[in-house]
């Protein structure tokens, strides 16, 4: 029998690097969809592009961009994936309230430009979009599901809900096999620094080796429900192997504020915490959504799937990672 074949959007980003593991360990032919940059570094994917039994053998790169239509076609019918996992897009919150309508380009029309692509293909292929939790930004219920209103509380999280939106008529409406993943925050020592979680692991372990003496955050109050990105990519292939399309929250159902990340983490090194956190109202955002924590149960209850590590373990392996890799 044929291999499956799996197309990644995304694929030397956090999420994409683990999914693209998670498949070839699955015996899956992956190919995975790069911007053209100046910077050839794709430091997620080295160790994959490094192994010559599987690159250009089971795992191929390809240049594109989701805002060039013509190519994205090109790719899907050359490589014709049994299942698309589309991951890219502009990801960060507060950079959406800047540059709002690259966002909502990348985020909510490439979707579409995608949907259409796949619409138009001769043989059926599994879509799964990745949505956030940001779609629900000031909801009025706690925790939230499946069937919670979206009220997104920033331009990237209108722009998901347009995507998400998109997804669920483009599968009413042309019987396509789309799923909607609606992911909460999910962190790992892959997450890049401009995300809060990261940005404190490193700096943590800067200022235990010496490199650093303050770690300057913005609002520290709000609370995420934070789970491990490699238990959460484990969901987009199980999404795609189910019977019918369908849309799911992924989440642990609990939630810290970044204040207790920062604790956890200067606690993994002994430190106290209050000598070295200072605030810079600059790094505020102009809107934040409420508390967003996820009912996860209809994943857990029909697809069996549950989060292994907690937040603890999560902390822990971030700031221990970090040490190791700074320190040499
Ligand atoms: O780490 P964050 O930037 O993540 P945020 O905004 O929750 O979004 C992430 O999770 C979403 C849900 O899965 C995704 F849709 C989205 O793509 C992204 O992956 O910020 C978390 C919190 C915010 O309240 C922010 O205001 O941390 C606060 N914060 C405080 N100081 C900071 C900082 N955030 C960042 N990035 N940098 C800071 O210095």
Same mark, same amino acid.
């Given at each position: 029998?044929?291999?499956?074949?799996?197309?990644?959007?995304?694929?030397?980003?956090?999420?994409?690097?683990?999914?693209?593991?998670?498949?070839?360990?699955?015996?899956?032919?992956?190919?995975?969809?790069?911007?053209?940059?100046?910077?050839?570094?794709?430091?997620?994917?080295?160790?994959?592009?490094?192994?010559?039994?599987?690159?250009?053998?089971?795992?191929?790169?390809?240049?594109?961009?989701?805002?060039?239509?013509?190519?994205?076609?090109?790719?899907?019918?050359?490589?014709?994936? *049994?299942?698309? !996992? /589309? &991951?890219?897009?502009?990801?960060?919150?507060?950079?959406?309230? =800047?540059? $709002?309508?690259?966002?909502?380009?990348?985020?909510?029309?490439?979707?579409?430009?995608?949907?259409?692509?796949?619409?138009?293909?001769?043989?059926?292929?599994?879509?799964?979009?990745?949505?956030?939790?940001?779609?629900?930004?000031?909801?009025?219920?706690?925790?939230?599901?499946?069937?919670?209103?979206?009220?997104?509380?920033?331009?990237?999280?209108?722009?998901?809900?347009?995507?998400?939106?998109?997804?669920?008529?483009? *599968?009413?409406? !042309? /019987? &396509?096999?789309?799923?909607?993943?609606?992911?909460?925050?999910? =962190?790992? $020592?892959?997450?890049?620094?401009?995300?809060?979680?990261?940005?404190?692991?490193?700096?943590?372990?800067?200022?235990?080796?010496?490199?650093?003496?303050?770690?300057?955050?913005?609002?520290?109050?709000?609370?995420?429900?934070?789970?491990?990105?490699?238990?959460?990519?484990?969901?987009?292939?199980?999404?795609?192997?189910?019977?019918?399309?369908?849309?799911?929250?992924?989440?642990?159902?609990?939630?810290?504020?970044?204040?207790?990340?920062?604790?956890?983490?200067?606690?993994?090194?002994?430190?106290?915490?209050?000598?070295?956190?200072?605030?810079?109202?600059?790094?505020?955002?102009?809107?934040?959504?409420?508390?967003?924590?996820?009912?996860?149960?209809?994943?857990?209850?029909?697809?069996?799937?549950?989060?292994?590590?907690?937040?603890?373990?999560?902390?822990?392996?971030?700031?221990?990672?970090?040490?190791?890799?700074?320190?040499?």
């Amino acid at each position: 029998m044929e291999p499956p074949v799996a197309l990644i959007t995304g694929v030397t980003g956090q999420d994409g690097s683990y999914l693209c593991e998670l498949l070839l360990a699955k015996g899956y032919i992956v190919h995975g969809i790069v911007r053209r940059t100046s910077n050839l570094q794709r430091l997620r994917l080295d160790h994959l592009r490094n192994m010559p039994d599987v690159h250009g053998k089971t795992f191929f790169l390809h240049y594109g961009d989701l805002a060039d239509g013509t190519t994205l076609r090109r790719i899907i019918q050359k490589v014709r994936p *049994r299942e698309l !996992y /589309h &991951l890219a897009g502009q990801s960060h919150v507060g950079l959406s309230f =800047e540059i $709002p309508e690259s966002t909502c380009e990348e985020v909510a029309i490439a979707t579409l430009r995608l949907l259409e692509i796949c619409r138009d293909q001769p043989e059926p292929i599994r879509f799964y979009n990745a949505s956030t939790s940001e779609i629900f930004g000031t909801a009025t219920e706690a925790p939230q599901n499946e069937m919670s209103a979206f009220r997104p509380s920033s331009p990237y999280g209108c722009a998901k809900a347009f995507a998400t939106d998109m997804a669920k008529v483009y *599968r009413a409406g !042309y /019987h &396509l096999f789309v799923c909607n993943g609606i992911l909460y925050n999910h =962190e790992s $020592p892959r997450r890049s620094e401009n995300f809060v979680t990261r940005k404190i692991s490193r700096q943590v372990a800067r200022i235990k080796l010496g490199q650093s003496d303050r770690l300057v955050l913005g609002n520290v109050q709000g609370r995420r429900d934070w789970g491990h990105a490699q238990d959460y990519v484990e969901t987009m292939w199980l999404m795609l192997q189910q019977e019918r399309p369908d849309d799911y929250v992924v989440a642990t159902g609990k939630t810290h504020s970044v204040l207790d990340f920062v604790k956890a983490a200067f606690a993994v090194t002994g430190m106290d915490w209050e000598k070295y956190l200072e605030y810079d109202k600059s790094i505020e955002r102009p809107t934040e959504p409420v508390e967003l924590v996820g009912d996860a149960s209809k994943i857990r209850n029909l697809l069996g799937w549950k989060p292994t590590r907690n937040f603890e373990d999560l902390v822990r392996e971030m700031v221990e990672f970090d040490l190791k890799d700074l320190g040499g």
